[in-house]
């Protein structure tokens, strides 16, 4: 899978969350799957009842946010399950793919100005 950087220069990619659609930010400085509340809310998470009490550090600061797992996460044809992820107490632009999910894959990184992903 080749994404192209965006005009910011940053690489997003159209997905999934337990069926339904999310956009992520690819986020190699980010350590864990983050999925902004409202991705998390329309993926059928009860976002009300989660107990966000995990001190997150951001580039805007300290957040918190709320471990739980999903059923299935899909990007592209890279498809996983009961898969661990963090909800972030405040709205997001866009969920974030962080090194939790980087590191399932055989290879990522920018080539020739897109970011690639491989994936057996």
């Known amino acids: 899978m080749s994404i192209a950087a965006s005009e910011d220069g940053s690489y ?21 799957i983050v999925l ?12 009300a009842h989660l107990d966000y009490s995990l001190p997150t550090e951001t580039a805007h600061g300290t957040g918190f946010s709320a471990s739980t797992r999903i059923d299935r996460l899909v990007v592209g044809q890279i498809e996983l399950h009961d898969v661990a992820v963090e909800i972030n107490k405040s709205p997001m632009a866009e969920s ?10 055989d290879f990522f990184g920018v080539q020739n100005r897109r970011f690639v992903m491989r994936w057996h």
């Open 12 to 32: 997003y990619v159209d997905g999934t969350i337990n069926g339904a659609p999310a956009r992520f930010a690819i986020d190699t400085g980010a350590s864990d």
């Open 36 to 47: 902004s509340p409202e991705d998390a809310a329309r993926a059928g998470i009860d976002v």
């Open 96 to 105: 974030l793919l962080g090194l939790a999910f980087l590191k399932r894959l």
